[in-house]
Structures are given as C-alpha cells and as structure tokens.
C-alpha cells in the first residue's frame, strides 16, 4: 500500500520529523485559503499522485508541471485550479497517466544541499537497512549503477534496532558536522521509529535537504507499507487512495486474492506464489506472455475462483486463461466446480486450459469432463503452457 505525499507529511509531523509546513487542498479555493494559512512567500503546489517524475509532467489540457513555486495565494489558487480535476502524465504513469484530485500546498525552502536517505527491510540478510548516499534528488538505481561508492549502507540489528552512533556515522557519511549531524542524528532516529511502528516496508526522503539557514529536513516521501501487518494499523489502511490502484487490484483484495497486472494475453490463475511464478515463466518460455500474477491462495473457495475469473475477464488484452491448481490443502474439486460457476456465469468463450493435481484430483478432472464445456485438460505444467499458447496463437 502507498500514500500521497500531505499523508506522509502528517506521519512525519506525529512522530516528530523535520519538514516544512504544508496542507493539503481539493479545490482552487483551498488551496487559497491554504496559501493564506501558511503565510509569506516562497510556497510550492504539488500535485498529488502516486508516481514520481511529477515536476516534469504534463496535463491532458496542456498545462506543464506538476510542481510549481509560487508567492501568493492567488497564483496558488490559478495554479492549483489547473491542476485538480485534470490528468497528470509523467514517465512513471504511463501514457493514460493519474488523476489529480488533490493538491499541497507547503513552505518552499531554500536549498543548499540534497541527500537521500531510505530505511527498507534487506531479504539478503534479513534485516532492516539504511540506505543514504550525498546524490540526492537522482534516481538511486542510476547513483548506485555510476557512482557506487557514493551509496551508504548500515544495517540495523533486529533486536536492538538502529543506535544513536550508526545515526552518526551516517550523517557523518553524508558531510554534516556539528549543528547539523545533531539535526540529522534526531531526524534519522525519528525516521525509524516511524519506520517501525507503522508497518513500514519502505521510507525513502528524497530529497533529504539542507536549507541555506543549515536546517535538516524532509521534503519529499515515497511510503510502502506491508500489506500484511495492515491488520494491525487501522490508522494507516484509512489513507489507502483506491482510486489511485488497480481496479482489478482492488477488486481482488476484497476476496482475499492477490492480483498484479501485467501486458500479456494469457491470463493465470494459480493457488502459490511460487507456483504462480513459475507458471508466468512456462508461458513465457513457450512463446507467451503472461496476463497477470493471480494467486487465490492455499484454501480458495469456490466464490473465490468465480471471483477471479470475473477480474481476469476485466482485462480486455486477455485472450485465454491457463488455470494450474495443486491441490495441498486445496480440494481440486471444489476449485474444479468455481471453475465451472465461473465460465457459466461469465458466457466465458475464451480459450481455457485447466491442469489439475493433488488432493481429490479425479474428482474434479471428472467435474471438469462432465461439465459439457469448452475446456481444455493438461497432464503437467509444459503440457497446459504449450496448449494454452497454441490457443491463443490459433484464435
């Protein structure tokens, strides 16, 4: 799960991070009154999408910029009224680009360095890691691909957490000195605090500023959040934005399945990650290309499959469906008849290839045989790939 820029202001603001003063707008008049509420000159307009490259965006009605420097709280009403209600595109959305139903309006600052800083959890090492490096405002893919060595790394121990000396020697790293590293030592150990409590599998500053009047601050935020500890932060689902998802993302969530999007025409419906995984690669390796990552899961129902054929059935792009169960905990048969509910319900006229194995198997092939529909059986996984390929290719 993501946030909008002002929502990871207001979590800076409770936990006590360091950034300039901001409120967030869904009118021109707002963000007028806004302007007028934060006071004096040098103030910014954000829009507010979930994507990056926002500065250097362009709307559909023409208009440049998805950050402007402003002086007034007319020229952040005019502003503020081209943005909001108009479609931002920058390379990180897309060509159909994001909505921009909100903007912020926030104290600029004048800045005379940048860093990045990022906490995030390390899967090579099981623990939590604090990225930094002096290249702030980049891409930190491209720093870390062309100056390696300007990347900082500091791992924290899971069972003490992050020390006030790593704090130092970070910001140390980073260049800042007396008054400074004091600002930065406060700012990181709030960061992670934070970080931490909230579930956090992501908190990425950049950039990490240093004003003219040698303050340490947060200017700009990218949040993630593991999806499962949300159960947990009842705080933090309300600021879910569902507008800015998926919708066959959303939609998925509310049956409990996961579901990710791709650009492919075979559509994939699978019980395991792995095996989901796995499943996208076969496709691809015997000339297809992958609809989607669908997994429901180790215990689906039958409501659950009907459930995901109706989302996989709301990609237009999809030309077939390759459904692979193992049945572990699963029952084949009851997988076998959602399949069935499901192509009923849907008047599904797509190519289908169904591969079946484990717990009631004979059951539910026999189901599927009975059924008097169109589908198509696989003995293993290479077999349900190539049929569903040469469906596809053949249609």
Aim: include cysteine; glycine fraction near 10%; aromatic fraction near 6%.
């Amino acid at each position: 799960m993501n946030i909008h820029e002002y929502q990871a202001k207001e979590l800076f603001e409770k936990f006590g991070v360091a950034t300039p003063k901001g409120k967030v707008a869904a009118t021109a008049e707002e963000a007028g009154a806004a302007a007028r509420e934060i006071g004096g000159t040098g103030l910014v307009v954000k829009a507010q999408v979930h994507a990056g490259g926002r500065g250097k965006g362009t709307f559909t009605n023409g208009f440049k910029g998805g950050v402007h420097v402003i002086n007034t709280a007319e020229e952040a009403q005019e502003i503020a009224g081209k943005m909001l209600g108009q479609t931002l595109v920058t390379h990180q959305t897309g060509p159909e680009g994001k909505l921009v139903s909100k903007v912020l309006i926030a104290k600029s600052v004048d800045i005379a360095k940048e860093h990045y800083f990022a906490i995030l959890f390390d899967r090579s090492t099981s623990r939590h890691a604090i990225i930094a490096s002096t290249e702030g405002g980049m891409n930190i893919e491209e720093v870390a691909e062309k100056t390696p060595e300007k990347i900082i790394k500091e791992f924290v121990h899971p069972t003490l957490g992050l020390q006030a000396y790593q704090c130092r020697k970070i910001a140390a790293a980073l260049g800042l000195r007396g008054a400074l590293m004091t600002q930065a030592v406060k700012l990181f150990t709030a960061l992670y605090k934070l970080y931490i409590q909230s579930d956090c599998s992501l908190v990425e500053v950049n950039p990490l500023a240093i004003t003219t009047d040698n303050q340490v601050v947060a200017l700009d935020a990218k949040f993630n959040f593991d999806d499962n500890a949300l159960y947990r932060q009842k705080d933090i689902v309300t600021l879910r934005d569902t507008s800015e998802e998926d919708p066959r993302e959303v939609a998925a969530s509310e049956f409990g399945l996961s579901y990710i999007g791709l650009d492919g025409n075979i559509a994939c419906l699978v019980n395991g990650a792995g095996l989901a995984m796995s499943t996208m690669d076969i496709i691809k390796f015997h000339g297809g290309e992958p609809a989607n990552f669908l997994d429901v899961g180790g215990g689906a129902s039958k409501d659950q499959v009907a459930a995901a054929f109706k989302i996989i059935l709301g990609d237009p792009n999809v030309k077939g469906i390759l459904v692979n169960i193992f049945g572990g905990i699963m029952d084949c048969n009851v997988i076998a008849t959602g399949i069935i509910a499901a192509a009923q319900e849907t008047g599904l006229s797509l190519p289908l290839v169904v591969r079946l194995e484990g717990n009631n198997v004979a059951a539910g092939k026999e189901t599927l045989a009975q059924s008097g529909l169109a589908i198509t059986g696989a003995d293993d996984l290479t077999d349900a790939a190539q049929k569903i390929v040469a469906a596809v290719a053949a249609a």
